[in-house]
């Protein structure tokens, strides 16, 4: 694997991370949203959905120069709604209540939620750590090419 291939794969790793990170950042912020925007029910927790990237062209495979493995980096390919219960609390002076009373909260934890931020920032931390271990070792490459 080449130093680029490298830098390049902990560059998506970062990319990736980042947006895991925004989504939790939205989750949060609407653990208590009763009612979206377009007046449906409560907020649903959103989860982004990673998947290799596949750079490998019909070329390369027709001709097998695919004999080893090749890392490609990571890619969001959709983010997913959370398809787990609404926790119902029971306010039967909410305006958001039904007919039994009880009010549709998201289907958020904060706990669970700060849990996965810090699992996403410290991978977003590892991919930054060899993106520059990835850098130190082409810039002492040059350096030792131009010496």
């Known amino acids: ?32 949203t009763t009612r979206t925007e377009d007046g449906g029910g409560a907020y649903r927790r959103k989860i ?32 997913v709604e959370d398809p787990s219960e609404f926790r119902l609390v029971y306010e039967p002076d909410n305006p958001d209540a039904n007919e039994d009373g009880y009010v549709e909260y998201p289907n958020i934890d904060t706990v669970t939620e ?8 410290r991978a977003y931390e590892a991919s930054v750590t060899a993106f520059n271990a990835s850098k130190g070792m082409a810039t002492k490459g040059l350096e030792l090419f131009s010496s």
């Open 48 to 79: 982004p959905v990673f998947m290799e990237k596949d750079s490998t062209s019909f070329d390369n495979i027709l001709n097998g120069y695919l004999d080893y493995y090749r890392p490609n980096g990571v890619k969001v390919t959709q983010i």
């Open 114 to 121: 700060m849990t996965n931020l810090i699992d996403s920032s």
């Open 1 to 32: 694997m080449g130093v680029f291939t490298a830098m390049n794969v902990s560059a998506t790793g970062m990319t990736a991370q980042q947006l895991r990170m925004d989504t939790i950042a939205e989750n949060i912020a609407n653990a208590q």
